[in-house]
Nanobody
Framework: QVQLVESGGGLVQAGGSLRLSCAAS????????MGWFRQAPGQEREWVGDILRGGNTRLPNSVKDRFTISRDNAKNTAYLQLNNLVPEDTAVYYC?????WGQGTLVTVSS
């Protein structure tokens, strides 16, 4: 059983930044890729990016100039750095690994 707990969401003004965390337990964290997704109200869940075991990252073109993903295997934690936020980034952000999902953390960007 894997448990994922996201944190770091909140209310931020447009142009601001947040760092989201995803703390994992129940499995050897360093052995698995970690993915980030988001779901805005009334919309489908959207892939935001992932970080592979070796630390390589993949992000869609829509966010790769503003978001970065990192991991700290010693802390069993993955991070999603959100920069230059815009209201369209408002969503619940989730992390995922091997089919397990966290509960999500809400990011609200005000204009």
């Amino acid at each position: 059983q894997v448990q994922l707990v996201e944190s770091g969401g909140g209310l931020v003004q447009a142009g601001g930044s947040l760092r989201l965390s995803c703390a994992a337990s129940g499995r050897t964290f360093s052995s698995y890729a970690m993915g980030w997704f988001r779901q805005a109200p009334g919309q489908e869940r959207e892939w935001v990016g992932d970080i592979l075991r070796g630390g390589n990252t993949r992000l869609p073109n829509s966010v790769k100039d503003r978001f970065t993903i990192s991991r700290d295997n010693a802390k069993n934690t993955a991070y999603l750095q959100l920069n230059n936020l815009v209201p369209e980034d408002t969503a619940v952000y989730y992390c995922r690994t091997e089919g397990y999902w966290g509960q999500g953390t809400l990011v609200t960007v005000s204009s």
